[in-house]
């Protein structure tokens, strides 16, 4: 099945420091979701976008969806511990769509 | 609301067993599905649910049955585990299949096949 594009597949950053992650396709999509799977949980909704140019945010997340709707960006400023998961990019296309997701980046955050 | 729940959250087969992964919403939600999750593959659809007595296969079905008899209720079942089938199962649920909120992930089943 189609597949988004996340890499690389871990980042590894220094407490304090924003990081940017992002989500491409070779295809439109309609919606974009970002979710984050802390270690041993589900995944968890972080952001949902649903228009192209959209710029969303979730406390010190930001997300955008891409103006070509093929790729979606996700920035976490002022990093702290707790900001360690998996963090999935999703996409859906439209009605009776069933979403994509990315393969997920594995975030580290040293204290 | 007790949202999306599985159980087990662990378990262990030898390979050949049969068992059944519960999952369970109270949300009324129409859209149900399983997913697994292996290392560097992210998260891929096995079977899916529109709704009550209405099952699909997804992206991996081979090896899977599931049945829907409730709204709340969405059981996989493995009829014959291979270790191949060890991964980490997770449960969703959301209102309609195309749902913009996205689906609510249970906390998932971790199974190891031997």
């Known amino acids: 099945g189609q597949q988004l594009n996340q890499s690389p597949q871990s980042m590894f950053i220094q407490e304090g420091e924003d990081v940017s992650m992002n989500c491409t396709s070779s295809?439109?999509?309609?919606?974009w979701l970002w979710y984050k799977q802390d270690p041993g949980e589900g995944p968890v909704l972080l952001i949902a976008?649903?228009?192209?140019?959209e710029l969303t945010s979730n406390g010190r997340l930001t997300a955008q969806f891409g103006i070509t709707r093929k790729d979606s960006f996700l920035n976490i400023s002022a990093s702290i511990p707790s900001d360690v998961g998996i963090y999935f990019c999703a996409g859906l296309k439209g009605a009776n769509s069933k979403l994509t997701f990315g393969k997920g980046i594995t975030l580290s955050v040293r204290p | 609301n007790a949202g999306v729940t599985q159980t087990p959250k662990f378990q262990v087969l030898k390979t050949g067993q049969s068992m059944t992964l519960q999952c369970a919403q109270d949300m009324n939600h129409e859209y149900m599905s399983w997913y697994r999750q292996d290392p560097g593959m992210g998260l891929r659809l096995i079977h899916y649910s529109v709704g009550a007595g209405i099952t699909d296969q997804g992206e991996v079905p081979n090896g899977y049955n599931v049945s829907r008899s409730t709204t709340e209720d969405f059981p996989l079942r493995l009829l014959s585990a291979a270790p191949s089938q060890t991964s980490v199962y997770f449960c969703?649920?959301?209102?309609?299949?195309?749902?913009?909120?996205?689906?609510?992930f249970g906390p998932g089943t971790r199974l190891t096949v031997l």
């Open positions: 295809s439109i999509f309609n919606t």
């Open positions: 976008l649903y228009k192209a140019g």
């Open positions: 969703a649920s959301s209102r309609r299949l195309e749902s913009e909120e996205g689906p609510f």
